[in-house]
């Protein structure tokens, strides 16, 4: 009778510890649980900018004026993990504080990635600069064909690419810049005729324009370009598919989003001393990245530019 009262007491005491256990980490989960959903409540209501091709030229100088105005976070991507990591540390040893996403333009699921990310951290994006290009140098030997190809790949498609996986996550008030180049307006005014028509037309789709850069490019495989009316000049003809698209992107905003006051612009930043353009442009990265970064930081209040080409801070004719 004794073994039985003692059993009972043992088994009681087990059940009872094992029920103050359970409540134990039933409160720490609660408590856990708690501080992280007030962490993720505070994230979701910080700003956030994202600049791609952030870690050398016009896309670093833009992240750090960016950190020195923005009121947010401040993410520099770039392709290679390396060399972003030590532009972010090199703008933390000036006392800024940028953070570091590793993003590649030309791989869609890294897009893809990233938009999720962002979707998940942040809630979405509030300023994004689209500063990713490339472009050949003069003297390159590489085929015309070759250039059109990749210069088009990086620099139209990725970065519609990048638009198109972006714009949903914009925020209401948000800010986009493409960054493309006065290069886009002289190769337009080059174009044929019939050309220039239809990417000043208010009315051209984007699917039309992907399909007209593609025909660029398929056109440079046969030698065929400059009889369908297209100039010799693939970085050109990248950037004029650029801002034509801005302008179609953002006349869709207005339709789609009217009230959520997105402003939507393409940029010439200017003639830039970068590892791209060389050492005998004029203007530093310092001077190159005043008008993209005046574009990402447009007033709340403001409703214009908006859909245009921007330059020296001035809406120029298109």
Same mark, same amino acid.
């Given at each position: 009778?004794?073994?039985?009262?003692?059993?009972?007491?043992?088994?009681?005491?087990?059940?009872?510890?094992?029920?103050?256990?359970?409540?134990?980490?039933?409160?720490?989960?609660?408590?856990?649980?708690?501080?992280?959903?007030?962490?993720?409540?505070?994230?979701?209501?910080?700003?956030?900018?994202?600049?791609?091709?952030?870690?050398?030229?016009?896309?670093?100088?833009?992240?750090?004026?960016?950190?020195?105005?923005?009121?947010?976070?401040?993410?520099?991507?770039?392709?290679?993990?390396?060399?972003?990591?030590?532009?972010?540390?090199?703008?933390?040893?000036?006392?800024?504080?940028?953070?570091?996403?590793?993003?590649?333009?030309?791989?869609?699921?890294?897009?893809?990635? =990233?938009?999720?990310?962002?979707?998940?951290?942040?809630?979405?994006?509030?300023?994004?600069?689209?500063?990713?290009?490339?472009?050949?140098?003069?003297?390159?030997?590489?085929?015309?064909?070759?250039?059109?190809?990749?210069?088009?790949?990086?620099?139209?498609?990725?970065?519609?690419?990048?638009?198109?996986?972006?714009?949903?996550?914009?925020?209401?008030?948000?800010?986009?810049?493409?960054?493309?180049?006065?290069?886009?307006?002289?190769?337009?005014?080059?174009?044929?005729? =019939?050309?220039?028509?239809?990417?000043?037309?208010?009315?051209?789709?984007?699917?039309?324009?992907?399909?007209?850069?593609?025909?660029?490019?398929?056109?440079?495989?046969?030698?065929?370009?400059?009889?369908?009316?297209?100039?010799?000049? =693939?970085?050109?003809?990248?950037?004029?598919?650029?801002?034509?698209?801005?302008?179609?992107?953002?006349?869709?905003?207005?339709?789609?989003?009217?009230?959520?006051?997105?402003?939507?612009?393409?940029?010439?930043?200017?003639?830039?001393?970068?590892?791209?353009?060389?050492?005998?442009?004029?203007?530093?990265?310092?001077?190159?990245?005043?008008?993209?970064?005046?574009?990402?930081?447009?007033?709340?209040?403001?409703?214009?530019?908006?859909?245009?080409?921007?330059?020296?801070?001035?809406?120029?004719?298109?």
């Amino acid at each position: 009778m004794r073994l039985r009262t003692a059993s009972v007491r043992v088994l009681l005491f087990v059940r009872t510890s094992g029920h103050l256990l359970f409540l134990l980490l039933f409160q720490t989960f609660k408590h856990f649980r708690a501080v992280h959903l007030r962490s993720v409540v505070l994230d979701m209501a910080t700003k956030v900018a994202v600049v791609t091709g952030g870690n050398k030229g016009i896309g670093l100088a833009i992240v750090r004026a960016l950190c020195k105005q923005y009121k947010g976070d401040v993410y520099l991507t770039a392709r290679d993990v390396g060399r972003g990591q030590e532009a972010v540390a090199s703008l933390s040893s000036e006392g800024l504080k940028p953070k570091f996403y590793q993003l590649d333009i030309n791989d869609l699921s890294s897009i893809t990635a =990233a938009a999720a990310f962002f979707k998940d951290t942040y809630g979405g994006v509030d300023v994004l600069v689209n500063n990713a290009g490339i472009a050949f140098k003069v003297a390159d030997t590489a085929p015309f064909s070759v250039q059109a190809d990749v210069t088009l790949k990086t620099n139209f498609f990725a970065t519609r690419d990048m638009l198109t996986h972006f714009l949903p996550i914009i925020k209401a008030g948000g800010r986009v810049v493409n960054v493309s180049s006065f290069v886009s307006v002289r190769t337009l005014n080059n174009c044929s005729p =019939a050309l220039q028509q239809r990417f000043r037309s208010e009315d051209i789709t984007e699917d039309e324009l992907v399909g007209l850069m593609q025909q660029f490019v398929d056109k440079t495989q046969k030698n065929e370009h400059k009889e369908a009316g297209w100039p010799e000049t =693939a970085y050109g003809v990248s950037k004029t598919g650029l801002t034509t698209l801005s302008m179609i992107l953002a006349r869709r905003l207005s339709k789609e989003r009217p009230n959520d006051k997105i402003l939507l612009n393409a940029c010439c930043p200017g003639w830039v001393r970068t590892d791209m353009t060389g050492p005998e442009a004029p203007k530093s990265p310092e001077e190159g990245m005043e008008t993209p970064v005046y574009l990402a930081l447009l007033p709340a209040d403001a409703t214009e530019p908006h859909g245009k080409f921007v330059s020296d801070k001035q809406v120029q004719q298109w």
